[in-house]
């Protein structure tokens, strides 16, 4: 585990064009993360998705797209209600 204490103590020692570098890295880091699944957990979530899956292979597809509708606005609210409370 990390010393934050250490890694705060250096940041502060560090130049604006250093922390620029590290706050730089920090992104790249934060887009490159990848998830390692175990074939096991794998086999789960398919198992868990099938019925929604069948389901999904009788709708029509306005059907679908409202569902997507209903879920991007549930999101926006979301985000929305946790903007508002920051």
């Known amino acids: 585990m990390v010393d934050m204490e250490m890694v705060f103590k250096a940041v502060n020692q560090m130049t604006r064009e ?29 198992e868990v998705m099938r ?8 709708m029509t597809e306005e059907e679908i797209n409202a569902l997507i509708d209903e879920a991007i606005a549930e999101v926006r609210l979301e985000r929305k209600q946790n903007q508002s409370r920051d």
């Open 51 to 58: 019925p929604v899956q069948e389901d999904a292979a009788h």
């Open 18 to 46: 250093e922390i620029h570098q590290l706050t730089t890295y920090i992104e790249q880091q934060k887009k490159t993360r990848w998830w390692v699944i175990p074939p096991d957990n794998l086999e789960k979530i398919a």
